[in-house]
């Protein structure tokens, strides 16, 4: 279930592992205020769709999860972070497969299989498809909301610069950072299209098919735009 954020301190967005080389099981601290955060992102994200993002309050999250309001703010600080809440899932992804797999298949590739399979994890269960759902349409129905991505799009433009500077320590930062934009801007229109059609209501299936067509499509024109680049 894609239901929010959960596994090590200090973060208590991601659902990231403890890091390389240092796998362990979660203490019951840890699984107990994992247990609390999703049952507070289900709810809230239950409440968002059946009434809406702006007529829900984080009082009435905090009933729903059945938490005390305290506690809702203890994990996330506003409405605007329980929505986002799995973007350092979406981050820390981004960050394994550049350092676990540019060096093996490439820079581009990388990113392309990355954003492959976020939307795969978005849609690998009927909850999570609801949620994802319920995500593109707050999206679609709240430009605040939709223009706090743009902030997460520069964060992964930015994973995207530092590891071009490690492989290409004499370029010039300023090609390198603009190369990662362009990078950064394409799967975030991708991304956009591929929530469109999850709040449009399409099957998944058709969801998936169709966003892998825009990948090939796009990492094709990237590939042959910043060949020097990656």
Same mark, same amino acid.
């Not at 469109?196 to 990237?222: I, N, P, T, W, Y």
């Given at each position: ?54 007529? !829900? ?9 059945? !938490? ?122 991708? !991304? ?25 499509? !796009? ?12």
């Amino acid at each position: 279930m894609v239901t929010g954020p959960g596994t090590t301190e200090p973060d208590d967005h991601g659902r990231s592992s403890a890091g390389a080389g240092q796998e362990r099981e979660p203490g019951l601290r840890e699984r107990k205020k994992q247990r609390t955060r999703e049952a507070i992102f289900g709810a809230a994200m239950q409440l968002f769709a059946e009434r809406g993002y702006d007529h !829900v309050t984080m009082a009435e999250i905090a009933r729903a999860a059945d !938490v005390a309001p305290a506690t809702v703010f203890t994990h996330y600080a506003s409405k605007e972070d329980l929505v986002y809440a799995l973007r350092h899932e979406v981050n820390d992804r981004l960050r394994t497969a550049l350092h676990d797999r540019a060096d093996e298949i490439g820079v581009l590739p990388a990113v392309k299989e990355w954003m492959l399979g976020m939307h795969a994890f978005f849609t690998e269960t009927p909850e999570a498809v609801a949620q994802a759902r319920t995500f593109a349409r707050l999206l679609s129905d709240n430009p605040e909301l939709w223009s706090r991505s743009v902030g997460f799009m520069y964060e992964r433009q930015m994973l995207l610069t530092e590891l071009l500077a490690e492989r290409h320590p004499d370029a010039d930062r300023f090609l390198l950072e603009a190369a990662a934009a362009q990078v950064a801007a394409a799967t975030q229109t991708a !991304v956009r299209y591929y929530q469109r059609d999850l709040a449009d209501g399409m099957a998944s299936e058709e969801v998936l098919a169709r966003a892998a067509v825009r990948a090939d499509r !796009v990492f094709e024109q990237l590939e042959r735009g910043l060949a020097d680049a990656f």
